[in-house]
């Protein structure tokens, strides 16, 4: 089945930098229409936040603002595998990170993000 | 950027009842709109896209409509599973999340 699993959490230390790891499984990562791969985080009792996507084709990417020069997100197409890392680091960074696959339609349009993976927490104290 | 707000923030019904919850986008975002279900705990599930489209496998209670900057996700018939957090979020322009709507057990 199409599934995304997520590296296990971490703890990090104020100004350090973590990488989350975000594995595809059941569909195919780089398909010709692509799904691009979101990144979304979520601090205790807060709604969702994007932080931005990479396209596992291309390796393009596009940041929320407010990360733009704190945020790397990459991917290894032979391992089918994204990921995503988070530098100079703050208590405001704790939360719990999702990536999210966004799937698109037969004409090219975006149709929500479908596929979750399972959630990475990040505790920076 | 593109700013989403929910109301109400938490909505207390009970089980057949139904339920609207409604998005308000701050500047209009067409059709691009989906509706996601969170249960403590777990990854948000999409429910609705492209503002009223359901998801395959989701209940047909469930329901969204409108276009623009106004849109509203529907319970038909409030089931005890129905019982979450619900986000709208637009996909226009980047992408953004509202809020949040706890629906609770009245």
């Known amino acids: 089945q199409v599934q995304l699993v997520q590296s296990g959490a971490e703890v990090k230390k104020p100004g350090a930098s973590v990488k989350v790891s975000c594995k595809a499984s059941g569909y195919t990562f780089t398909g010709y229409t692509g799904y691009d791969m979101h990144w979304v985080r979520q601090a205790p009792g807060q709604g969702p936040e994007w932080m931005g996507w990479v396209n596992p084709n291309s390796g393009a990417t596009n940041q929320a603002q407010k990360f733009l020069g704190r945020v790397t997100m990459t991917r290894d197409t032979s391992i089918s595998t994204a990921y995503m890392e988070l530098s100079r680091l703050t208590s405001d960074d704790t939360a719990v990170y999702y990536c999210?696959?966004?799937?698109?339609?037969?004409?090219?349009?975006?149709?929500?993000?479908?596929?979750w993976g399972q959630g990475t927490t990040v505790t920076v104290s | 950027d593109i700013q989403m707000t929910q109301f109400p923030s938490t909505l207390s019904a009970s089980v057949g009842d139904r339920v609207t919850i409604t998005c308000r986008a701050s500047?209009?975002?067409?059709?691009?709109l989906a509706w996601y279900q969170q249960k403590s705990g777990k990854a948000p599930k999409l429910l609705i896209y492209?503002?009223?489209s359901s998801e395959s496998g989701v209940p047909s209670r469930f329901s969204g409509s409108g276009s623009g900057t106004e849109f509203t996700l529907t319970i038909s018939s409030l089931q005890p599973d129905d019982f979450a957090t619900y986000y709208c979020?637009?996909?226009?322009?980047?992408?953004?999340f509202g809020q949040g709507t706890k629906v609770e057990i009245k």
């Open positions: 492209k503002a009223s």
């Open positions: 500047q209009s975002i067409s059709r691009w």
């Open positions: 999210a696959r966004e799937r698109r339609g037969p004409g090219g349009e975006l149709n929500g993000m479908d596929v």
């Open positions: 979020q637009q996909y226009n322009s980047g992408r953004t």
